[in-house]
């Protein structure tokens, strides 16, 4: 198996131009975020979780054992 060279080196034309790219407005600046309603938010979130997933235990249990 001969090496490989590597690509081959091409010129490109005495025409050629990369796209241009437009210029846009540098982003915004974000509001400030309020830590104790995000961490109030995520608890009321995890309480929901864990009844959804109490629910969920309880009606397995029920179907399992009425049979």
Known sequence: MSEYPGPPIA???Q???PEL???????RRLPE???????????????FTLLVGAI???A????????
Do not use: M
């Open 60 to 67: 397995l249990l029920i179907v399992t054992l009425a049979r």
């Open 33 to 47: 975020q309020d830590a104790a309603a995000l961490d109030a938010d995520e608890r009321r979130a995890r309480r």
């Open 21 to 27: 790219v437009e210029v846009v407005d540098p982003p």
């Open 11 to 13: 010129v490109p034309p």
């Open 56 to 58: 969920a235990v309880a």
């Open 15 to 17: 025409d050629f131009h």
